[in-house]
Nanobody, 123 residues
Framework: VQLQASGGGLVQPGGSLRLSCAAS????????MGWFRQAPGKEREFVAG????????SYADSVKGRFTISREWAKSTMYLQMNSLKPEDTAVYYC?????????????????WGQGTQVTVSS
C-alpha cells in the first residue's frame, strides 16, 4: 500500500485546512487508518483514527472538537478536516494504515505510512 498525504499549507490561527490521504496499490478496506503529527524536536503523536468501516473514530484530547476524521471508500481516501487551528498544531502530518480493523493511538499499531504534509499555523 502506498499512501499520499496532501492538503497542508500555511494558515492563520483560527483558520481551516483539509488534509487528504490517498491509498493506492494493494489497498485493504478492512483496516483502520489514522493521522499522526510530528513537530520539530518532538515525538510523533497520534491525532485521530478511524475504523475500517468508518463507524468509530477517536481523537487526541488536544484536537477534540476541532478536527474531524473521515474516509471515503470509493476513492480509498481518508480526510482530516482541521478547524480553529492553533500555532501548536504546526507539524508534519502523516497518514497511516492500521494493522487491524480499528485505529489505535500507538504508532506501532500501524504498518504503512505516507510521506507527510506540512501544516504551519502562523500569523
Amino acid at each position: 500500500v502506498q499512501l499520499q498525504a496532501s492538503g497542508g499549507g500555511l494558515v492563520q490561527p483560527g483558520g481551516s485546512l483539509r488534509l487528504s490521504c490517498a491509498a493506492s496499490g494493494r489497498t485493504s478496506s478492512n483496516n483502520g487508518m489514522g493521522w499522526f503529527r510530528q513537530a520539530p524536536g518532538k515525538e510523533r503523536e497520534f491525532v485521530a483514527g478511524i475504523s475500517w468501516n468508518g463507524r468509530y473514530s477517536s481523537y487526541a484530547d488536544s484536537v477534540k472538537g476541532r478536527f474531524t476524521i473521515s474516509r471515503e471508500w470509493a476513492k480509498s481516501t481518508m480526510y482530516l478536516q482541521m478547524n480553529s487551528l492553533k500555532p501548536e498544531d504546526t507539524a508534519v502530518y502523516y497518514c497511516a494504515v492500521s494493522r487491524s480493523a480499528v485505529a489505535g493511538s500507538g504508532a506501532a499499531e500501524y504498518k504503512n505510512w505516507g510521506q507527510g504534509t506540512q501544516v504551519t499555523v502562523s500569523s
